[in-house]
């Protein structure tokens, strides 16, 4: 199974970016407060963005990738999509 590469909005309006086999279940323990220490104060969390990434390796390293990006950058991101 690839990997995807996704973006969270969370409640206070930041961005959580993330890497996951399985999104949908990733996101469900986003949402439940088992997902990440940055999500788990920040519910509830709404999905804004997937992008197949391939392999862990080119998924973590698109993560990362993104996590620089300006929040004004991740927002033309997610509009693109």
């Not at 309006?13 to 104060?41: C, F, M, N, P, W």
Request: charged share 35%.
């Amino acid at each position: 199974m690839d990997w995807t590469v996704y973006i969270l909005e969370c409640a206070d309006g930041s961005y959580y970016t993330g890497i996951a086999k399985d999104v949908e279940a990733r996101l469900h323990a986003h949402q439940t407060g088992r997902g990440a220490k940055y999500t788990r104060t920040r519910r509830p969390v709404t999905l804004m963005y997937t992008e197949p990434a391939g392999e862990q390796g080119d998924a973590m390293r698109r993560e990362l990738a993104i996590k620089r990006m300006r929040k004004a950058d991740k927002a033309r991101l997610i509009a693109k999509d």
